[in-house]
């Protein structure tokens, strides 16, 4: 039974970050900070159909005396995203202007209710402390964030127009000239495609389900031997009651 709410667990995850969360296809990671009109230019290249910027800044959340480490996250505000969040219930939710949306883990982690007013200071550096209040809380399989738009939070880190990512989709499978095309773009430490990430961890998701199955199978195979062993040891122990009635006349089907 253990080992079936695993399994239930962790499809439930893989499904919500990769076909619900991840509305996109390709991210592409910068270095550093970097020009947000990026995705205004890849948007306009042949074979991407959508494009967004992205900024994440590592920030520390404090709360009634309790801190946590994480990321700052600025998404576009309005209309349809790339990055989709849902909250505790399974519904969908927008960033919204000084409405911080949190993880449950952060949210236990510092003991946070909807309207609290959370801390955030920068990890490196003294420019961009802020108050904002808590909005709400989303479900995040992989990792813990805050997230405000993408504007709010270029104007706490005191950066407007900087983005840290772009997230795209594509117009079918990405050509090797326009993969060559993204790598290429200024700034661009790496690019992490959906669908190579997503072969990854089922590869290795695939060792996890064998260990799952086996466990379940020791699960059965335990199972049926206790209750052999309680029959078998049940019926041997009363032979000689059997016995007895059986003399005195008793049928076998009493």
């Known amino acids: 039974l253990v080992s079936a709410v695993f399994l239930d667990a962790m499809k439930w995850m893989l499904d919500l970050q990769f076909n ?6 390709a991210k592409v990671v910068s270095a550093g900070l970097t020009s947000a009109s ?3 230019q890849t948007r306009h290249w042949e074979g991407v159909s959508q494009s967004q910027s992205l900024l994440e800044v590592p920030y520390r959340f404090i709360y009634g005396g309790k801190s946590r480490d994480s990321l700052l996250v600025g998404l576009p505000q309005g209309g349809q995203s790339l990055y989709n969040l849902f ?4 519904r969908p939710v927008k960033v919204k202007p000084n ?10 982690r510092l003991g946070l209710e909807t309207g609290d007013m959370v801390q955030l200071e920068p990890i490196v550096g003294t420019v961009g402390e802020r108050q904002v209040r808590v909005g709400g809380f989303v479900e995040l399989p992989v990792g813990n964030a ?6 709010q939070v270029q104007e706490i880190i005191r950066s407007p127009g900087t983005a840290t990512g772009t997230l795209l989709t594509f117009d079918g499978n990405p050509s090797s000239t326009l993969r060559q095309r993204l790598y290429d773009l200024p700034g661009t430490e790496t690019v992490e495609f959906k669908s190579e990430v997503k072969a990854f961890t089922d590869e290795l998701m695939g ?3 064998t260990f799952i199955y086996i466990m ?6 335990l199972g049926a031997t206790i209750v052999f062993s309680a029959i078998t040891v049940s019926v041997r122990e009363r032979v000689r009651e059997m016995s007895t009635l059986r003399t005195i006349g008793m049928s076998l089907w009493g």
């Open 146 to 151: 805050g997230f405000l738009p993408l504007k």
């Open 38 to 40: 990026q995705s205004f």
């Open 87 to 90: 909250d505790t219930q399974g």
């Open 99 to 108: 409405q911080l949306l949190l993880t449950p883990f952060l949210q236990k």
């Open 20 to 25: 619900q969360i991840q509305g996109y296809n």
């Open 216 to 221: 379940l199978f020791f699960g059965f195979a």
């Open 207 to 209: 060792f996890f389900y």
